[in-house]
């Protein structure tokens, strides 16, 4: 998980770095200019579950209602210092998704950041069924006919960023800049297509029914959707169950 972190004390720079990295977020520093024009990036495809951290200052509520005027439905969160209601309310009015106040916690940011991610693509709880398969947005691997599906950490980004789109095409590009786009040693686009094969073997593997989840769509992207067999409920399987009675969830 990348975020893009605004602190404008330098000496708190260090520890809300560690911070975040110890709960598995990717955060990188940006100045003031960031909100004047460093922006445009994330309006494109994949670059809306980048999680933009505000410390506080007198600019906050400036610089958030700049992120919306900017067309950027990314997750805004404000990093307080004490509770204030009043300042609380005026943030979340002007745009922010959350306020979290100090002391802050690493565990705590990547659980409000994945609840408004998974609210922005529709999904009201902490995971979705499709088919045999349950992709969870909490970190967790994927459960498969009932077995966990081990993935390697760019496995695991690579899939969630299919499973937040789960029935939805999504194309290559927007996959590529929601893993790598941050990243100061890109690979070749390539990569993905040979992620995208070891998600498929792993996930066919694990299957009872072998059958394939992640299906390319040419010249459009990838989809993760479940077979034509799981399309509709068996006859002797009550709606909004899944395979081994694991229950759907929106």
Do not use: W
């Amino acid at each position: 998980m990348r975020a893009y972190v605004f602190e404008p004390r330098e000496r708190r720079q260090a520890s809300l770095a560690a911070e975040l990295e110890n709960a598995g977020i990717d955060p990188l520093f940006v100045n003031a200019d960031f909100f004047e024009v460093g922006l445009a990036p994330l309006t494109q495809p994949g670059n809306d579950v980048r999680a933009i951290l505000i410390g506080e200052s007198e600019n906050t509520h400036a610089q958030i209602r700049t992120v919306r005027k900017a067309g950027c439905a990314n997750p805004v969160i404000v990093l307080r210092d004490f509770r204030n209601s009043q300042d609380t309310s005026a943030a979340l009015d002007r745009g922010a998704d959350d306020v979290i106040v100090s002391p802050i916690k690493g565990s705590e940011v990547v659980s409000r950041i994945n609840s408004i991610i998974r609210r922005f693509h529709g999904h009201a709880a902490e995971s979705v069924v499709v088919g045999e398969l349950t992709a969870f947005f909490d970190g967790r691997d994927p459960i498969v006919s009932g077995a966990r599906i081990k993935l390697s950490k760019r496995e695991h980004s690579i899939f969630q960023h299919l499973a937040l789109n789960s029935n939805r095409v999504i194309s290559k590009n927007a996959i590529y800049d929601a893993v790598y786009g941050m990243s100061a040693d890109q690979p070749f686009d390539k990569v993905i297509d040979v992620y995208i094969c070891k998600l498929r073997k792993k996930i066919a593997a694990a299957a009872e029914s072998g059958a394939q989840y992640i299906e390319t769509v040419h010249g459009r992207g990838y989809k993760l959707s479940a077979p034509d067999e799981f399309d509709l409920p068996a006859p002797d399987r009550p709606v909004g169950r899944g395979p081994r009675g694991i229950e759907a969830r929106a």
